[in-house]
């Protein structure tokens, strides 16, 4: 086995997937409660951060239940079992879609103190939980929060809405850059961010690209150290429509590619190149005429 193959094999093993569990009765209000987790998180992790997010009852007692069809035999699983990897059996249909009919699904149950389970009313729970999403889907009760994705890549369901959606649910917690692998999407928030300071700077210096959250000064830096291991000239490209931010963000990566070589910080550098800007951009314009007008 290739070293590799050992890393390939430890980022799939890392990876984190979203399991929706259905708390029914026991937490109502919640239709499901989205938790991450990896393939290899027990049951009983799970549990506990259900607990948590929900904020349940530490005192009682819970379990999951995988259940195949609604209303169909329910599966206890055991604490040491890992959901994710249950989940990964089931058809792709029933990942994709929920109204297929396949209705594949972990339910969170309360465990009696005689080790019975409390089912409560089942077809009580169905006609209250179908309701509820009525209701959501009508726009009368919130929609359950998601947890965001800083890597777009990372979307278990890839389509335009998640897309956008997720875009949007970043930019409400002014998250404003979201990476699709190495390439860094920013949204302009046209208002000033306390994310640009020294702090920053230090914070991406050198470092991996994914391990922090997404920021346009680790495209900086992971252009810098790539052309200083492979001695290579290396290129960003910024693209996007009048008054998206590309000046912004040429001024950002342009200050920490500075910062990151003390040398041009110390000597003024970042200004000269700044001071350039602007006349790039009037000979940009002039040029822009020149075509327009056929010289
Ligand atoms: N990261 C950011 N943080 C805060 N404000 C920003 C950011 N990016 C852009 N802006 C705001 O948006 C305005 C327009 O941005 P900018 O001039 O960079 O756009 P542009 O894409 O270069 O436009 P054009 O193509 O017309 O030159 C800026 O003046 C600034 O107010």
């Not at 009760?141 to 947890?147: C, N, V």
């Not at 693209?239 to 040429?250: I, M, R, V, Y």
Request: negative net charge; hydrophobic residues 35%.
């Amino acid at each position: 086995m290739s070293v590799n193959d050992v890393g390939g094999r430890r980022r799939f093993e890392d990876s984190e997937y979203t399991l929706h569990i259905y708390p029914g009765s026991i937490a109502e209000g919640t239709i499901y409660c989205p938790i991450t987790a990896r393939k290899t998180s027990t049951a009983a992790e799970v549990i506990d951060s259900l607990i948590n997010k929900l904020q349940l009852e530490k005192t009682k007692c819970y379990v999951l239940a995988e259940v195949k069809e609604f209303g169909g035999e329910e599966w206890i699983l055991n604490p040491t079992d890992c959901p994710v990897q249950r989940m990964m059996l089931w058809p792709r249909m029933a990942l994709e879609n929920r109204t297929s009919g396949e209705d594949y699904r972990f339910l969170l149950r309360e465990k009696n103190l005689d080790g019975s389970i409390h089912y409560g009313s089942l077809q009580s729970w169905l006609r209250v939980t179908e309701e509820r999403r009525r209701m959501v889907e009508r726009g009368f009760l919130p929609q359950p929060q998601q947890k965001d994705y800083d890597d777009l890549c990372g979307l278990p369901d890839l389509n335009e809405k998640t897309l956008l959606e997720n875009l949007r649910n970043r930019f409400k917690q002014e998250k404003i850059y979201t990476y699709v692998g190495s390439i860094l999407i920013v949204i302009n928030p046209f208002k000033f961010l306390p994310i640009y300071n020294p702090k920053y700077v230090k914070m991406y210096d050198n470092h991996q690209l994914g391990k922090l959250e997404p920021h346009i000064y680790a495209v900086a830096d992971v252009a810098y150290h790539a052309m200083l291991q492979r001695r290579k000239n290396q290129c960003i490209v910024i693209s996007g429509e009048s008054g998206s931010g590309k000046t912004q963000s040429t001024n950002f990566l342009i200050h920490h590619l500075t910062a990151l070589s003390q040398k041009g910080f110390a000597s003024g550098v970042e200004q000269i190149i700044l001071g350039a800007g602007p006349v790039l951009e009037g000979l940009w314009d002039i040029q822009i005429d020149c075509i327009d007008d056929g010289i």
